[in-house]
């Protein structure tokens, strides 16, 4: 009989479903899933479940994530040099996600639940986004440049507001 | 190009697989690994080596039984392949011939 409250992280699962390639993910996914099972029992439900994130984060290696194609599904996305720019721009702010992703495993003072990665994700898509429309309607460098930073600064100070509420809105985390 | 020598982990790998006699999947390669060489193994580390070594020739594998705890998702089961057979065999041969090259050697006592 099985726990409803005894699964491993869905996040973790939800991230291992999408780099993994199709092919492997049925066996690998059970491979899984069967050490989960072995670690709740042998240890407990928590620390089982940093494991099971543990194993996620090593099992993303080349041999075993998908193709770009498969990562991205943007099969319309073609190899014109602006579209490029904005996979790379959306792949690099997506990727700082990580850093809490990663850290939850090694430390309890990083606490994110499913809402803060979506939040997150969010504000650095959005980000990605507007970084995208700024060098496609500006074509100077110093007008780029104020842009830019303007956004990343607005970025920052909206990232802190959400984090520890440094001017008091509503939005703030505090 | 035929393949001459293996890797550390993947001997390691090789020769658990052939240890399991047709049980072998990853969950079970990790077990044994830890049991017999009190050496860690991560998921990832076992399935690209398993990997290679199928690429390479050295290994068969089809899908096993699903169980309970593993939610209901097959096993990939695996078997040494003649050329795995053949491959240890040389590089049991090597590792003994190099032992044997050792010359004997004093030790100094203090």
Redesign the interface.
Same mark, same amino acid.
């Given at each position: 009989m099985?726990d409803s409250s005894n699964k491993p992280s869905p996040i973790a699962l939800s991230f291992f479903h999408w780099f993994c390639r199709s092919e492997?993910r049925?066996?690998?996914?059970?491979?899984?899933?069967? @050490?989960f099972? +072995?670690n709740s029992k042998k240890y407990n439900h928590r620390k089982a479940n940093r494991l099971f994130i @543990?194993?996620v984060v !090593? !099992? +993303?290696?080349p041999?075993?994530i998908g193709n770009i194609h498969q990562l991205t599904n943007t099969h319309i996305m073609t190899s014109k040099a602006s579209n490029k720019r904005f996979y790379l721009l959306f792949v690099g702010f997506f990727s700082l996600l990580f850093i809490p992703f990663i850290a939850m495993i090694f430390t309890q003072e990083v606490n994110w639940n499913l809402l803060d990665f979506i939040v997150a994700a969010t504000l650095l898509g959005g980000t990605a986004i507007c970084l995208e429309f700024i060098f496609r309607k500006w074509k100077t460098l110093g007008s780029r440049l104020l842009l830019a930073s303007s956004l990343i600064i607005l970025l920052l100070l909206v990232w802190a507001e959400m984090a520890v509420g440094i001017f008091g809105t509503p939005l703030a985390g505090s | 190009m035929l393949q001459k020598s293996l890797g550390e982990f993947e001997e390691i790998v090789l020769l658990v697989v052939a240890i399991l006699e047709g049980e072998a999947y990853s969950v079970s390669i990790i077990a044994q690994i830890e049991e017999r060489l009190h050496r860690e193994a991560s998921l990832g580390a076992v399935q690209t080596v398993l990997k290679r070594l199928e690429d390479k020739g050295l290994l068969l594998s089809e899908f096993g039984a699903t169980t309970k705890a593993r939610g209901g998702k097959r096993k990939r089961l695996y078997e040494i392949t003649a050329k795995g057979q053949d491959i240890l065999d040389q590089t049991r041969q090597q590792r003994n011939s190099l032992y044997e090259a050792i010359p004997n050697f004093s030790v100094k006592l203090i």
């Open positions: 099985q492997y049925e066996e690998i996914e059970g491979d899984l899933m069967e @050490k099972e +072995f @543990k194993e !090593l !099992l +993303f290696r041999s075993l | -």
